[in-house]
C-alpha cells in the first residue's frame, strides 16, 4: 500500500479560537495543513500582502538566472512618481541612478515601497501590465483559489491615475482570500526561503535614508513595538490601511522544527489588532498542535488486510500500511482519526479478488486514506 501523505491545504480541524478580523487562516508550514480558518474563501483586497506575488516572481527570476542581486536598473518616470508623492509614503528614489535589484528588493520586502515594487516589475517584464500578466499566471500555477491581480503593489488602480496597467480596470482593486494570501505564502517561504531573509531584516537604508521594517512582531528591543514581539516571527508581509482592505498581515513564526503561517484580514487597526490577533493565531497554532505518528509501519486494517487470491500458490496476500502515517492534529485528538484503504480497481477482478501471478512483495496495491471523526473538521484523502 502507498504510503500515507498529506495534501497541503485540504485539511481542516475544528476551529476554538475567536479572532477579531473579517477573514483569518493559520496553517502548519511544514505540511501545508490547515489548523484554523473563519471566512477564509472570502475575497478581499489584500493591499500591500499583494507584493508577496512580486516578491516570488523577483525571486523565481533570480533562481532561473534572468537577473541577479547585482543586476541594476533605473527609475522610470511611472514609479519616479509613485516614489516621489507623499499620499504613497514613497521614500524619494533618485531616477538618474543605478539601483541594484537587492537594493529594490529590500525597500519593497522591508518597508513596503511602492515605487520600488513596480521598477522591479517593469525590469522583469518591462512593463507592469505584462508583470500583472505574470502574477494571475503564477497564481492559477500555484493553485491560488481565490485572487485577482490588477498591479504589483496593492495600491488601488484608482490611486495610480493614468498609470494603471493596460488590460485591467481603472477603478480595480486586487482581490485575495485568506486562503489564498496564506497558500502564496507557504509557496514563497518554501521555494524561496532566502524571502526570510529580507522579511526578518528590521533596518536598513536606501540612498542614506533609514529603512525601518514595518512588521512589529519581529523582535525590536528599543521601541514601543515590543509589546507586540512573538517568539520566532521572521515574516511576512504586512498589509497597508485602505478602506476596503482595512488592516492585513501575512505572518510566520519557526520556532523548534515547526513553522506556522498566518493571515488576518480587514482588521481595525494597525497595531492593537492586526498584530495581537495574528499572535493568538500563532499562539494556538503551535500550542494546540503535533506533529504525531498515528499509525506505525505495517499497519493492517482488522478485516481489510486480507485479499483473496485467484489461481496463486496462496489463496489470500496481506496488505499493509508501507510507511508510518504522521499527521499534525490538535493535542487530545489522536482517537479521532481512523485509515481505510482504497485498492487500486483495475487490479482488482469483479468479486474484488486478485489474479495471480505475479503478485510480488512490495507491489503497491492501493493507497492508504486518513479520516478525522471529529467535529468541524474534515480530512481530505491522500494520494501518491
Wanted: net charge negative; aromatic share 8%.
Amino acid at each position: 500500500m502507498a504510503t500515507f501523505a498529506i495534501k497541503p491545504f485540504e485539511t481542516q480541524a475544528a476551529g476554538t479560537v475567536e479572532v477579531n478580523a473579517e477573514s483569518a487562516i493559520v496553517v502548519d508550514a511544514n505540511t501545508g495543513k490547515i489548523l484554523y480558518e473563519k471566512n477564509a474563501d472570502q475575497m478581499l483586497p489584500p493591499a500591500s500582502m499583494t507584493k508577496m506575488m512580486t516578491e516570488y516572481l523577483v525571486l523565481e527570476a533570480i533562481n532561473n538566472g534572468e537577473i541577479t542581486w547585482e543586476t541594476t536598473t533605473q527609475i522610470s518616470d511611472y514609479p519616479y512618481s509613485i516614489s516621489a508623492n507623499p499620499t504613497f509614503s514613497g521614500i524619494g528614489l533618485i531616477q538618474d541612478k543605478q539601483y541594484t535589484v537587492r537594493q529594490l528588493y529590500e525597500g519593497m520586502s522591508i518597508i513596503s515601497d511602492n515605487a520600488t515594487t513596480i521598477a522591479l516589475a517593469e525590469l522583469i517584464a518591462g512593463s507592469e501590465s505584462e508583470f500583472v500578466k505574470m502574477m494571475n499566471a503564477k497564481a492559477e500555477e500555484l493553485g491560488l483559489p481565490e485572487y485577482q491581480f490588477v498591479n504589483s503593489t496593492g495600491l488601488s488602480n484608482a490611486d495610480l491615475g493614468e498609470n494603471y496597467p493596460e488590460g485591467t480596470k481603472p477603478d480595480a482593486d486586487n482581490l485575495m482570500s485568506a486562503r489564498s494570501a496564506a497558500k502564496l505564502a507557504y509557496h514563497l517561504i518554501n521555494d524561496y526561503p532566502e524571502a526570510l531573509e529580507f522579511s526578518s531584516k528590521m533596518r536598513s537604508e536606501l540612498d542614506g535614508r533609514p529603512l525601518q521594517n514595518l512588521n512589529w512582531m519581529l523582535p525590536w528591543e528599543d521601541n514601543n513595538f515590543t509589546q507586540y514581539g512573538y517568539e520566532g516571527v521572521d515574516g511576512l508581509k504586512t498589509g497597508g490601511y485602505t478602506t476596503e482592505a482595512g488592516y492585513c498581515f501575512t505572518g510566520t513564526a519557526q520556532q523548534g522544527d515547526r513553522r506556522v503561517i498566518t493571515v488576518v484580514m480587514k482588521t481595525s487597526s494597525e497595531g492593537g489588532e492586526r498584530f495581537a490577533e495574528t499572535k493568538k493565531l500563532m499562539e494556538y497554532g503551535f500550542s494546540q498542535f503535533d506533529q504525531v505518528e498515528l499509525f506505525p509501519k505495517g499497519y493492517q486494517i482488522e478485516g481489510e488486510s486480507v485479499i483473496p487470491v485467484e489461481k496463486g500458490k496462496k489463496d489470500q496476500v496481506e496488505v499493509e500500511a508501507k510507511d508510518s502515517i504522521t499527521s499534525m492534529i490538535k493535542k487530545g485528538e489522536e482517537d479521532l482519526y481512523e485509515v481505510t484503504y482504497q485498492l487500486d480497481e483495475k487490479k482488482l477482478n469483479k468479486d474484488g479478488s486478485l489474479t495471480a501471478p505475479p503478485i510480488k512483495k512490495g507491489e503497491k496495491l492501493g493507497e492508504v486514506v486518513l479520516q478525522y471523526k471529529g467535529e468541524g473538521g474534515k480530512c481530505l484523502s491522500t494520494r501518491r
